[in-house]
C-alpha cells in the first residue's frame, strides 16, 4: 500500500517561511514524478512545484523565486522550501507521485498553509 504523508503545514504571517515535507512509503518502484499542488477554497487544485527523476523542476509561475522543491531519492521524500510567503499562498497542499513503469498517480492527504496578512 503506497502511502504519502505530508508535514510542516501551519499557519505564519507574510513574509515568513515553511517547510512542507513529504514521505513515500509502501512502494518497490521508482519514483518518476514527485511534487506539490495545492487547493485554496473554491479554486481548483494548481500546481505548485514538481521535480522529475532527472532532476529537472517546474514551477508555477506565481512561486518562482520564492519557493524550492527538493528530493531526496534515497529517502523517498520530497520537500518544499517557501519564503516570502504571501497570503494569497494560502491553501491546503498535496504531495502527488507517479511511480513505477505503470506511472500509477498516488495522492497524499494535505496540509493546510495558512498565510496572515
Known amino acids: 500500500q503506497v502511502q504519502l504523508v505530508e508535514s510542516g503545514g501551519g499557519l505564519v504571517q507574510a513574509g515568513g517561511s515553511l517547510r512542507l515535507s513529504c514521505v513515500v512509503s509502501?512502494?518497490?518502484?521508482?519514483?518518476?514524478?514527485i511534487g506539490w499542488y495545492r487547493q485554496a477554497p473554491g479554486k481548483q487544485r494548481e500546481l505548485v512545484a514538481t521535480?522529475?527523476?532527472?532532476?529537472?523542476?517546474v514551477y508555477a509561475d506565481s512561486v518562482k523565486g520564492r519557493f524550492t522543491i527538493s528530493r531526496d531519492n534515497a529517502k523517498n521524500t520530497v520537500s518544499l522550501q517557501m519564503n516570502s510567503l504571501k497570503p494569497e499562498d494560502t491553501a491546503v497542499y498535496f504531495c502527488?507521485?507517479?511511480?513505477?513503469?505503470?506511472?500509477?498517480?498516488?495522492w497524499g492527504q494535505g496540509t493546510q498553509v495558512t498565510v496572515s496578512s
Open positions: 521535480i522529475l527523476s532527472g532532476g529537472s523542476t
Open positions: 502527488r507521485a507517479v511511480i513505477g513503469l505503470a506511472r500509477t498517480t498516488y
Open positions: 509502501g512502494s518497490r518502484f521508482t519514483i518518476n514524478v
